[in-house]
């Protein structure tokens, strides 16, 4: 019942930016945190950002902060990730999570 949706993955140049989506189904987003990952080829999954509710709980990897940002739709039952300022080390599949939950995944390959 429970589906995780990553999209918005692609190729970018360094310092540029993209926006991921996570499109939920089969349990009620709101009220609900649900988080990124990644990984990179050969290297352990990592988490990236946690998506709390507005002005309750918002989460971030030093090596993202200040330049990721969480945001949601409940409407739309979709969480983004707003990155920006985009470099080779943030190559990877990113993941969403919702408890046991995970999508597929989607790509996203920084490079010149």
């Known amino acids: 019942q429970l589906q995780l949706v990553e999209s918005g993955g692609g190729l970018v140049q360094p310092g540029g930016s993209l926006r991921l989506s996570c499109a939920a189904s089969?349990?009620?987003?709101?009220?609900?945190?649900i988080g990124w990952f990644r990984q990179a080829p050969g290297q352990e999954r990592e988490g990236v950002s946690c998506?709390?509710?507005?002005?309750?709980?918002?989460w971030y990897a030093d090596s993202v902060k200040g330049r990721f940002t969480n945001s949601r739709d409940n409407a739309q039952k979709s969480v983004y990730l707003q990155m920006n300022s985009l470099q080779p080390e943030d190559t990877a599949v990113y993941y969403c999570?919702?408890?046991?939950?995970w999508g597929q995944g989607t790509q996203v390959t920084v490079s010149s």
């Open positions: 999570n919702y408890r046991s939950s």
């Open positions: 089969g349990f009620a987003l709101d009220k609900k945190a």
């Open positions: 998506v709390g509710v507005p002005d309750v709980h918002q």
